[in-house]
C-alpha cells in the first residue's frame, strides 16, 4: 500500500518537473537526496567526490527532465544514475578492481536488475544501450527467454517457471547467470559511463 502511494506522488512530482514546477523539484532532493548520499559514500569513502555526484545526478536530472521518463518511483532511477557514476569514478581514477566489486555486489533486494536496467537504459548514452543489446544477444537461448520474460514482458520468477516448464530454482539461477554475464561483458569493455 505504501509503495504503491509513494509511486503516486512520484508520479504526479515527476510530470510537474516535467512542466518545469522547481519547487516538485526541490521535494524530489529532499526526499531522496540523504538517502542516495549515504548509498554513494557507502562506495566512495571521499566525501567531496561523493557531494560531487550527488549534484551532478541532480543536475543532470533537471536538465534532462524532459528526456527522461522513470517509471514508478524514481529513487531506482536515481540510485542507478548513482551507481552509473561511481563505477565511472573508478574508471577514471583506474580503480578496476574496486569498480567491479561494487558491480557484482550491488544488493539485489534493493534494487534487482529490472530497475537498474531501466535506469541505465534512460539515463545515458546509446552506446550502453548497444552494449546491453550485445551483452542479451550472447546468451543462450534458453537464458535470453528468461531475460525477455523477466525485464521485457515483466514476468515473476512463478510465472517464468511455469511458462518455461521449469522450477523457480533453475529461473533464479538462470537470472543469476545472466547479472555474471552481464558483468563479464563489462568487465571486457572499456566503455566508460556518463
Not at 545472466?178 to 571486457?188: A, D, E, G, Q, W
Request: proline share 3%.
Amino acid at each position: 500500500m505504501v509503495k504503491s502511494s509513494m509511486k503516486a506522488v512520484d508520479k504526479k512530482r515527476w510530470e510537474a518537473i516535467q512542466q518545469d514546477n522547481q519547487a516538485a523539484f526541490e521535494e524530489v532532493y529532499q526526499a531522496y537526496s540523504l538517502r542516495l548520499f549515504q548509498e554513494i559514500t557507502k562506495r566512495i569513502s571521499d566525501r567531496d567526490a561523493a557531494q560531487d555526484i550527488l549534484q551532478d545526478i541532480f543536475l543532470c536530472l533537471w536538465e534532462r527532465r524532459k528526456k527522461y521518463q522513470p517509471q514508478g518511483e524514481i529513487y531506482p532511477y536515481l540510485y542507478g544514475m548513482a551507481i552509473n557514476r561511481v563505477l565511472n569514478y573508478y574508471r577514471k581514477n583506474k580503480k578496476q578492481p574496486i569498480l567491479y566489486e561494487i558491480w557484482e555486489n550491488l544488493p539485489e533486494s534493493l534494487l534487482g536488475l529490472e530497475e537498474l536496467s531501466l535506469a541505465f537504459k534512460q539515463a545515458h548514452t546509446q552506446e550502453l544501450e548497444t552494449l546491453l543489446e550485445i551483452a542479451i544477444s550472447q546468451l543462450p537461448k534458453r537464458m535470453r527467454q528468461v531475460y525477455t520474460l523477466r525485464f521485457e514482458d515483466k514476468k515473476s520468477i512463478a510465472q517464468i517457471a511455469s511458462e518455461l516448464q521449469t522450477s523457480p530454482h533453475t529461473v533464479n539461477n538462470q537470472l543469476k547467470e545472466i547479472r555474471k554475464r552481464f558483468v563479464k561483458t563489462l568487465k571486457t569493455t572499456r566503455f566508460i559511463f556518463i
